[in-house]
């Protein structure tokens, strides 16, 4: 069955460490997002990807980035770890229409930043 | 700036009664609105959406009732069951294939 995993699940790192966070999907879908999901906030978008070679800031990027050098894949990566990035990561994917529901999520990768 | 508002919180409700979970948005441009399911320790889920051309579209328990004029929607679970307990996220869409969610409301329901 094609699927979207994370990785790692859990991460516990130090402020000022570089942090990546892995996301693959297997249903050959054009468009990937990153959210992060915390208490009072919601779900807000950090970063997307219409395609390969294409990314997108989203509504809380900054200390973010993305690459986008496959279809499958979208890395997350922390470039330098603040505390304020502790938060739950949850990676999704969709072909285009997200109107419909066919957004897929991730498990999420829950980040501690010390 | 949250363009999409869920006002509560948490929401407890007795199995076999209505859940009613609400939502407020500021963006006009918003034509297609949607509510995911969030158990812990999984991503969320889609459950029901609906387009700004309609008022109401109903799946089973769950019906979704759309007021443009108000910019405001709600999420209505008849009967409530105990694996409804979940965190309901209200999300919109315009023009761009991406969404943008609310904070979430926890529903609670008890035996």
């Known amino acids: 069955d094609a699927e979207i995993t994370q990785s790692p699940r859990h991460k516990i790192t130090e402020t000022g460490r570089q942090v990546t966070l892995a996301c693959h999907q297997t249903?050959?879908?054009?468009?990937m997002f990153w959210y992060r999901q915390d208490l009072g906030h919601g779900l807000r978008l950090i970063h997307y990807s219409y395609g390969v070679h294409d990314t997108n800031k989203g509504e809380v990027s900054d200390g973010y980035s993305v690459s986008r050098s496959n279809t499958e894949d979208l890395p997350l990566t922390l470039e330098s770890a603040a505390s304020s990035q502790t938060s739950v990561y949850f990676c999704a994917s969709s072909e285009s229409r997200v109107e419909t529901g066919e957004l897929f999520f991730g498990e999420g990768s829950r980040l501690t930043v010390l | 700036d949250q363009q999409v508002k869920q006002n509560s919180p948490s929401l407890s409700v007795q199995e076999g009664r209505i859940s009613i979970l609400n939502c407020d948005y500021t963006n006009s441009m918003f034509d297609y609105f949607l509510w995911y399911k969030k158990y812990p320790a999984e991503g969320p889920t889609f459950l029901i959406s609906i387009s700004s051309i309609k008022d109401k579209n109903e799946d089973g328990r769950f019906t979704v009732f759309l007021n443009k004029s108000a910019k405001h929607l709600s999420l209505h679970i008849v009967p409530s069951q105990p694996g409804d307990s979940a965190v309901y996220f209200c999300?919109?869409?315009?023009?761009?294939?991406?969404?943008?969610f609310g904070t979430g409301t926890r529903l609670q329901v008890t035996l």
């Open positions: 249903w050959n879908h054009n468009n």
């Open positions: 999300a919109a869409t315009g023009t761009a294939s991406k969404l943008t």
